[in-house]
Structures are given as C-alpha cells and as structure tokens.
C-alpha cells in the first residue's frame, strides 16, 4: 500500500531528524538516547551498549573507520555473546529485546 502524499511528508521528514552522532575517536558508551552512530575510528576502539532495559530501544551502527569497532554487552546473534566486532564499512541494527541487544533488522 502506497503512502499519501501527507504521510509521505511527514515519514521524510521525521526520518531526518534521527539523532545521528559520530563520536569522537576512541572508546565511547551508547547512551539510551542515541539511535543512529558512525564511527571514523582510525584505531581499534570499544563502544559499551547500554544496560537492556526492555524499552524498545533501536540502534544503527556503522563503521565507516579504517580500524575494527567492537561492540561490547549481552548481544544475541545465533548465540549470545558479549562482543561483537565491525569491520570498516559494516553496519549493524540493534534492538532491546529486554533480555539481550537482538542483532537485525
């Protein structure tokens, strides 16, 4: 089903206004309001997730650095696991689930 014209609109805009941040190089803790981060990391850097806390929260993160960004906390892939690392030019969706940060879409 096609969006009207109105609705169209506002999807466009409210989609720009996604907070989207680039921190600074180096080691950085994802705060609960962040929604949309790239890194251009130079170096091996660890980004902390925030404590899961049910709320719904979803995550985008990019790697547009030339070195490996690790993503630390309780993420579950096929598995839960307690890092998981991107490569320059990876990018990952991440959603609280309430038990761990579900990696997709």
């Known amino acids: 089903m096609a969006l009207n014209w ?13 907070k989207r941040k680039t921190p600074a190089s180096g080691d950085y ?3 609960t309001d962040d929604v949309s981060l790239i890194s251009s ?3 091996a850097a660890t980004w902390t997730l925030p404590i899961v806390a049910g709320n719904g929260q979803v995550l985008k993160i990019k790697n547009k650095g030339s070195a490996a960004l690790t993503l630390s ?10 890092d998981l690392v991107l490569s320059t030019g ?14 997709g879409d």
């Open 90 to 103: 990876d990018m990952v969706t991440l959603s609280d689930d309430g038990v761990a940060w579900s990696v």
């Open 29 to 31: 803790t994802i705060s």
């Open 6 to 18: 109105m609705d169209f609109v506002w999807t466009i805009k409210r989609w720009q206004q996604v």
């Open 73 to 82: 906390g309780t993420i579950f892939t096929n598995a839960t696991v307690t």
């Open 41 to 43: 990391n130079t170096s």
